[in-house]
């Protein structure tokens, strides 16, 4: 079986830069990813089969991301893409599984978890038909397929990802109906002094926001989008003012006709692996969401594994980067690795960064923490669970019938067991089993996954076996 | 020309290949996924939930839903939005549906 000192899951800005960090610091590393490029989410390039004509209105975020590939090929980092992790060991082997090549073991002697997050769903009625789709996707197909979704589309949500990405949609040629956050602007007014400082940040904000004036985008403060209508696909969608409470006040409604809605209420962090091996969690309010505890080196409550990026906690690429170099370093050190007085000071320059772009995370986390209204839109014949197609009355009859926690809905409607494995539904059913029993969220919150986390033909787990037995 | 609505001009594409959907050809480019050439096709509904037959299609777009998944000969049921286009691959759209038909007329 294949071996490496150091495994980075995940390639996008904090494992790329603990696995160069790790390198420099002299480990031998191998980075894994599930997508065929490296960047992540965030720094998203075209695939190598497309020519970039004019890489400058590709924007920074490529410049970086080019940056930081070239910076991967040109390092003795192993890269390994296309590859998922679908399980480990307690001895850190990592379960493989790649399309074509089947399943292998990596053995590792440390860990840096940095599989990032996704769109935060929230339910609401024909939030499941086709057209709707979450602003981190609609970011995607743009900024890596540079295909457009739809041609009027409505972003709608809360946080700083709706800006980009209604300004990449007008840049592709579509017209954004309009831009609907359901903050207002007086609390971002109350937030701003403490962004001051920022200004790289504040610099990005005030870019977008100009992009979108200029194309003459409405804006809507303190709106939710309320439902979606269409026969086959999003054809209507209807947005209300709400209360601060984010409940919609009545009267306020107004219409859009569109062919794409977006939808962007912050992100999940991806937590299955750090539950998988045995990570402690703490429950993060703000983010309502069970986070790794780690220490300031980014270690986990394992030793060996340390966390970084979205992973802690949602805070952006800058912050992840900076997370990604401290976990980096100090996984090279724990392996013996020598230590001198470069090393000290790029892990001193790491944590300053660190610390600075955590301040700008924790303001964003206050804003746009999700509020209780949000989580009542569903109707009774709305889906929660989209796999399994389970609807909010039928989580509510479960609860009724005595299932206290999303563990047992789970058990009596089949909520959470489709091939997401619970991770579109979770924090949904949970929110509902909590509004129902009048327990708080994180007291209903669970699910513990068991491998694979994500679905692996059966067929693969033969090719395992052998490369298991091959290794003894 | 129909087929370029959805395709930004920004970059130059790979090889055009084309990919045959429930027998129907589709013009694709080398690099983009399924779920991009489908999508720059216009289409929406990549597949109907079997419980309730609602349209569904992409949603996340970045692995973690499910939602967009499509049968290829030879790979079986796949992530559209993870899965590139090949030369002469065959994608359909309605083998999922009838199969999801055929189960539900079984006990479960």
Not at chain 1, 360 to 370: P, S
Request: proline share 6%.
């Amino acid at each position: 079986m294949k071996q490496t000192e150091v495994a980075v899951l995940g390639a996008g800005p904090a494992g790329l830069a603990a696995g160069l960090a790790a390198s420099r610091a002299g480990a031998r590393v191998t980075i894994l990813d599930e997508s065929p490029y490296p960047g992540g989410q965030i720094y998203r390039q075209p695939p190598d089969a497309f020519r970039v004509r004019r890489p400058e209105i590709l924007g920074k975020e490529y410049a970086r991301a080019r940056q930081l590939s070239r910076q991967l090929a040109a390092s003795p980092v192993e890269f390994l893409p296309g590859t998922l992790v679908w399980g480990v060991e307690a001895d850190k082997t990592l379960l493989l599984y790649r399309e074509g090549q089947g399943a292998a073991g990596l053995k590792a002697e440390a860990l840096v978890v940095a599989t990032g997050a996704y769109d935060r769903p929230i339910a609401f009625p024909g939030w499941t038909l086709p057209g709707v789709w979450t602003a981190g996707g609609a970011q995607a197909m743009l900024k890596s397929q540079r295909i457009l979704p739809g041609r009027r589309v409505l972003v709608a949500g809360a946080g700083p990802l709706l800006l980009p990405v209604a300004k990449a949609l007008v840049e592709a040629g579509a017209t954004v109906v309009g831009v609907v956050e359901a903050t207002t602007r007086l609390e971002w007014a109350l937030q701003s002094h403490r962004m001051l400082g920022y200004w790289d940040r504040m610099r990005d904000a005030v870019r977008y926001e100009a992009a979108l004036l200029t194309a003459r985008v409405p804006r809507f403060f303190g709106h939710v989008v309320v439902r979606a209508e269409g026969t086959e696909r999003v054809e209507q969608a209807t947005i209300a003012a709400v209360d601060r409470q984010w409940r919609p006040k009545p009267g306020t409604e107004r219409r859009f006709d569109v062919d794409l809605l977006c939808i962007g209420y912050g992100f999940l962090s991806a937590m299955e692996l750090p539950r998988l091996l045995g990570c402690e969690l703490v429950f993060h309010a703000p983010q309502d969401q069970y986070l790794p505890r780690h220490t300031p080196e980014m270690e986990s409550s394992v030793p060996g594994v340390y966390v970084a990026g979205e992973t802690t906690g949602i805070g952006g690429a800058d912050l992840a980067q900076a997370e990604g170099a401290v976990a980096g370093l100090a996984a090279a050190r724990r392996l013996g690795h020598l230590w001198g007085a470069d090393r000290q000071r790029e892990m001193a320059e790491a944590q300053a960064r660190r610390r600075h772009h955590l301040g700008f995370a924790r303001i964003l986390d206050e804003l746009f923490a999700m509020r209780p209204g949000i989580y009542e839109l569903a109707g009774p014949d709305t889906p929660l669970c989209r796999c399994e197609e389970i609807t909010a009355a039928e989580v509510q009859a479960a609860v009724r019938r005595g299932a206290a926690s999303v563990r047992a809905v789970k058990g009596e409607t089949r909520v959470g067991q489709g091939p997401c494995q619970g991770r579109i539904c979770n924090t949904l059913v949970a929110h509902l089993v909590a509004h129902e029993t009048g327990h708080p969220v994180v007291e209903v919150l669970d699910i513990t996954p068991r491998p694979p986390i994500k679905p692996v033909p059966l067929g693969a787990l033969a090719g395992l076996v052998e490369d298991k037995a091959g290794a003894r | 020309m129909r087929e370029e609505m959805g395709r930004e001009p920004v970059v130059e594409r790979g090889e055009p290949l084309d990919l045959l959907v429930d027998g129907e050809v589709i013009r694709a480019y080398r690099g983009e996924t399924i779920a991009g050439a489908l999508t720059a096709e216009g289409r929406r509904v990549f597949r109907h939930a079997p419980r309730t037959g609602a349209p569904r299609g992409v949603f996340c777009g970045i692995g973690v839903c499910f939602e967009c998944l499509v049968t290829v000969e030879g790979l079986g049921r796949v992530r559209s939005c993870m899965v590139l286009v090949q030369p002469g691959m065959k994608v359909s759209l309605r083998a999922g549906d009838a199969e999801a038909s055929g189960r539900g007329s079984e006990t479960d």
